[in-house]
């Protein structure tokens, strides 16, 4: 029998289970990261909440008697994210509702892969923040293997946390140190999982910048308006802290990298994108500086997120009008 | 060198390399050929001549009707059998003139040599009519009525497509290494009807051997300037060739003249130059059968061959046969029986086995703007998507829907493979189904 589909007759190698599995395999530095600084539970945590995803999605699917699309890779990613943005001394339970929230309500309520308005790493993460948000921002633990000299009596506490504690000159020194920063930027600093090590999300996210799985125009144009507009806010005196502890620390890359540039809840034409990136920045920052929260970087991309459909009205001008 | 190139656009696996230095191989006509009235865009041919005449090569056949539209000449010598619905390699059975050949009597072209330079351009514009020339790129568009652009369009460029970015077929190249001088010939045909100020001869950097050539004939012919395009997909589409030369964007919904510009395929001109030149009707072609057969060729063809008959000329097909293409991988239709006949816009036969079809699963739009970034005419090809999906057609034609050109590049691109393109051409047929 011939077939009769059809044109193109050939399709370009690129998948989205390619995609997706690219992405995960740029997630693993970070990853081998934090079990580094953080030990043994942070692997703990990533297993569990991915296992809860991909289990989220399965039996959502099977339950609705959907196409079941939990192998897709999609989920995984989910279930690192969600990982990736709770501290590692989080009781294990914060890991499954995190992830199961994320899959449940925020992608397979809205309709699954494609169809969610809201990353939904991010919207778990503000959910678990909204939900128990002493466990989710005060506890902290600092590396396994040490700490910075000089906030020794913080051990219990981020950079960014001693921020919003009206922190005394000495340890604004400490902060904008190049130490810190240096320490900020390879990960033997507190925070959140994923977070920690600047270099080596950079390093994976480098690989999916070249294979065009994420879009640069949106980690760049984020990261770079934080580190502008809080570079202002310094030189005006707003914020005590230098613009590269601003763009180091906390998840402004990890955000940047690997969740605003998430394709389903990023703009797709090249002003959207744009906008997006730069938005989202600025209300970072602004956060940050002004907001109750520590941490500008869920909000910013989940305001941004929201308003991507308005974004994606942005047309290009068509050939020829 | 600096490389002319468009906005947008791919780069597929060209596959070139199959049969591209396979010479150009005339097939001997199978014992029967099926010629289609309507090879052309425009009304059917009306046929002339009755069941069981005899025919000889060249004859004329049957009648344009009205002015899109031209005759239609046996490409063999042989026996009228009369009128057939036939398969036909645009889809559905059409009628098709039947012919038995007589492979005694089927011989080479010979006809009354004329003198080009004697011709007016209304004698020019005739002849190629009565020759039934269209298009030869695939669009087989009647050249003679392309000929007669509105007289307040006058053309500035006229650009000779050699560019030939549908991956795996090599005719035009061919053409080019072998036909170069008559290629430029059929040029000077041209130019003396449409009186352009510049004429350029446009060929894709994966072919510099056929550069190479095409520069040396045209020292002989000074007005004719060849141009070197970056190998991308669609760069043989009229409206991005346009742009690539003249920096132009032809108007939406209009034409290249709208821009002064005309573009004519490299086998038209040929035909164009035979036709002129030594009164030879369009009754065969280049056709490159390529893919999964055993001996990828460039075959020149009777009109109105089967495709199996070549397929079997090329010494069979390797695997099991799955698919069988009428023109490229891109833009081709897949057929549903090898017994269709090649026409007057057969590029070529693209043949796939088991391994080389592609799979059909798709999976969800993951936003991923691929198929955004390459439209050639900046169309938000997934938006356009998900309206014709959610049957809103009316926002899909706000969004452009109606100047896609079917390119097939967005659905080429798309990593969930979706079949974009056929939901475009879905919804062109809605919008000018509601139209009427
Ligand atoms: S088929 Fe249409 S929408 Fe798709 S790339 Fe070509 S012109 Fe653009
Ligand atoms: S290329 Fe496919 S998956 Fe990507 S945005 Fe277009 S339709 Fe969606």
Sequence with gaps: ?321 | MKLLSFKGGTHPLERKELSSDAHIKRVEPPEIVYLPLSQHTGAPSKVIIEKKDEVTVGMKIAEGDGKISVPLHSSVAGVFMGVVDYPHPLGEKKPAMKIKVDHEKTGEWEGKERDPESLSPEEIIKIVRESGIVGMGGAAFPTHFKLQPPPDKPIADLIINGAECEPFLTSDYRLMMERTEDILKGVDIIRRVLNPERIWISIESNKMDAVEKMKEAASTYPWAKITVHATKYPQGSEKQLVQSITGLEVPDGGLPFDVGAYVQNVGTAVAIYEAVRYSKPLYERIVTVTGSVREPSNFLVPIGTPFEYLIEQTSGVIGELKKIINGGPMMGIAQVTGEVPVIKGTTGILIQNEEEIIPGQTSACIRCASCIDICPLNLMSTELYKFISMDNFDRAEELGLLSCIECGTCSYVCPSNIPLTQYFKYGKAMIAKRRK
């Design chain 1, 1 to 321: 029998m011939l077939q009769l589909s059809p044109a193109p007759h050939i399709s370009s190698p690129k998948s989205t289970k390619k995609i997706m599995y690219g992405v995960i395999g740029a997630l693993i530095p970070a990853l081998v990261g934090s079990v580094f600084f953080f030990g043994w539970r942070a692997l703990f945590l990533v297993v569990l909440s991915v296992l809860t995803a991909v289990a989220t999605e399965w039996l959502f699917q099977l339950i609705t008697h959907r196409e079941i699309t939990c192998s897709d890779g999609s989920a995984i990613i989910t279930g690192i994210l969600v990982a990736f943005n709770i501290p590692v001394n989080s009781p294990w339970w914060i890991a499954v509702v995190g992830s199961f929230f994320a899959i449940f309500v925020v992608k397979q309520l809205f309709g699954g892969l494609g169809y969610n308005i809201f990353n939904p790493a991010l919207a778990g993460r503000a959910f678990l923040v909204a939900s128990w948000p002493s466990l989710m921002t005060g506890k902290w633990s600092s590396p396994v293997h040490g700490f910075i000299s000089g906030l020794d009596g913080m051990t219990q506490a981020t950079p960014l946390t001693i921020l919003n504690m009206s922190p005394s000159l000495e340890l604004i020194q400490a902060l904008n140190s190049q130490t810190m920063l240096k320490a900020l930027f390879v990960g033997n600093v507190g925070g959140c999982l994923g977070e920690t090590s600047c270099l080596l999300l950079l390093i994976g996210a480098l690989f999916l910048f070249i294979k065009r799985y994420a879009d640069w125009r949106i980690s760049l144009s984020y990261i770079g308006s934080v580190f502008i507009l809080s570079g202002i806010f310094y030189l005006v005196g707003v914020t005590p802290v230098n613009p590269v502890f601003h763009i180091l620390s906390g998840g402004v890359i990890l955000g940047g990298l690997f969740m605003a540039t998430d394709m389903v809840t990023s703009p797709v034409t090249t002003k959207g994108v744009w906008i997006f990136g730069i938005g989202g920045g600025i209300f970072c920052v602004l956060i940050r500086i002004w907001g109750g929260y520590p941490e500008g970087v869920s909000y910013s991309i989940l305001i941004m997120n929201m308003l991507t459909p308005l974004l994606d009205r942005l047309q290009p001008r068509i050939f020829g009008r």
